[in-house]
């Protein structure tokens, strides 16, 4: 008789992998799929990893993970077109014995957590990808079917941890199709330097790193944010916006990456780099009105599949471990009581997500995508704005300083008159609850 697995896990990224990671250690029988011809073949991240997330799936994570710097200094960036006003956070306290967040290469990162994977039991198939959910004739999920032959795989339970684009949920009507204001799409590239010529230019030591978020009129009225981020001997940067904007805009999205590269604050920590890699992937940035349904009959959904992505905080890779790791405890809590894998009992999970970090912190947002949606002359004319009040406060030029005030004070009111600066505070502070 064919072998029927306890649960099978479409796809190898950080959600994935953590519900497979999970299952496997606790002793089932798990088959994971994934498309690429090696874990993170496919992937695509900035990247920060927190450790939070992980340690709490592999808790020695730190013996043999591929992690690159650990983050001492974070850096706010609002950008107009010829400077960037920051707030900037750096502390020796970040230089503990096991630090918070890291950069990582995802490439790298994917293939040692498979390989944990792995040696936690479970089987690992790549350059398979799963064409179909397999129901049977009440609808309930029984298995998959994939592109290496007509052969069905069968099991209790199918966690879909198959990314953003959510095909396999789509095709099998589980899921809606993607919105343009659902989705944002994010192009990044890797420069490479000798290692000490990024602690130099970003005042580091050892593997001390330094990331960069910013945001402006680098996204050009577009609702985004760039960032850079060191690793050990390169540097990550990348720029995002929303689909619906880019199509409105007509903006090639390569165009507003070149542009931010060339900023005059940007450019100098660049310069000299060697360009290895560019590559462009979407992130689901809806927010809580865009999550899809969680769980049914024999399957549950994790990670950007899910649409957990914060993107306030530039958080996904953790909300995908921490999805992906209460999906396989769920499964693996159902299965020792020896009950079904129904869409009742899997309900466990979203009340396990409830009660997370995950679901508190995407309903805190859920006004967020609107916000900027409706509001988007937030990221144009308050950097603009904030620009010109520097630029006019620290100016020494024999104009007192009431005058200045007042200067500052009347460019504020003319950009937005008071009644669009109050309604613009409170439009924010409401999404912000
Ligand atoms: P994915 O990582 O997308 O993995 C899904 C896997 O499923 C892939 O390996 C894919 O090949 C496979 N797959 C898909 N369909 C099939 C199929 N039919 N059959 C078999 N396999 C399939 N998050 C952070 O925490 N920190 C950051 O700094 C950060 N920066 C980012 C920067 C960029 C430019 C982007 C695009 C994202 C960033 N994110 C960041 C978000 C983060 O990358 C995602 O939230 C995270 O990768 C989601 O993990 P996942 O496992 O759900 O999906």
Wanted: charged share 25%; glycine share 10%.
């Amino acid at each position: 008789e064919q072998e029927r697995f306890d649960a099978i896990v479409v796809g190898a990224g950080p959600s994935g992998n953590a519900a497979a990671y999970t299952m496997a250690k606790a002793g089932l029988n798990v088959l994971q799929l994934e498309r690429g011809e090696y874990p993170g073949s496919k992937n695509v991240q900035g990247a920060i990893l927190y450790a939070d997330a992980l340690e709490k799936v592999i808790p020695d994570f730190r013996e043999d993970a591929p992690l690159e710097r650990h983050i001492i200094e974070q850096r706010i960036w609002m950008m107009d077109d010829a400077s960037h006003t920051g707030m900037h956070y750096r502390s020796d306290t970040f230089n503990e014995e096991k630090p918070n967040r890291y950069t990582i290469i995802r490439a790298q990162f994917d293939r040692w957590f498979s390989r944990r994977v792995r040696e936690a039991g479970a089987t690992v198939l790549c350059e398979t990808t799963v064409t179909e959910l397999l129901k049977d004739t009440q609808g309930r999920v029984i298995g998959v079917l994939t592109d290496r032959g007509p052969e069905p795989l069968l099991a209790d339970v199918v966690v879909l941890a198959e990314g953003v684009n959510g095909l396999v949920g789509q095709r099998a009507g589980l899921r809606r199709e993607l919105q343009p204001d659902h989705v944002a799409l994010a192009v990044k590239e890797m420069h490479f330097l000798p290692q000490e010529v990024v602690e130099q230019r970003f005042n580091l030591k050892g593997d001390e790193g330094v990331v960069i978020e910013a945001m402006g009129t680098i996204t050009r009225g577009m609702t985004g944010t760039a960032f850079l981020y060191t690793n050990r001997e390169s540097i990550s940067v990348g720029i995002g916006c929303m689909v619906g904007d880019f199509a409105e805009k007509r903006i090639k999205p390569y165009a507003l990456l070149d542009a931010f590269k060339n900023h005059p604050s940007i450019r100098p920590l660049l310069e000299g780099s060697e360009i290895r890699e560019y590559v462009a992937h979407l992130i689901p940035e809806g927010g809580y009105n865009a999550i899809p349904e969680l769980c049914g009959d024999g399957w549950l959904v994790a990670g950007d599949a899910g649409h957990f992505v914060n993107a306030v905080h530039r958080e996904g890779s953790n909300l995908a471990m921490t999805t992906g790791r209460l999906a396989g405890e769920t499964i693996v809590w159902l299965k020792r009581r020896r009950e079904a894998c129904s869409r009742a009992n899997l309900a466990e999970y979203t009340k396990r997500l409830e009660a997370s970090f995950v679901m508190k912190d995407m309903k805190k947002y859920r006004g967020i995508p609107g916000l900027l949606h409706n509001s988007r002359h937030l990221l144009d004319v308050y950097p603009r704005l904030v620009s010109q009040a520097a630029q006019t406060w620290f100016r020494v030029d024999g104009t007192d300083k009431k005058t200045k005030e007042g200067q500052i004070l009347g460019s504020l009111r003319q950009a937005r008159g008071w009644r669009g600066l109050v309604g613009d505070a409170v439009k924010v502070a409401r999404a912000w609850r």
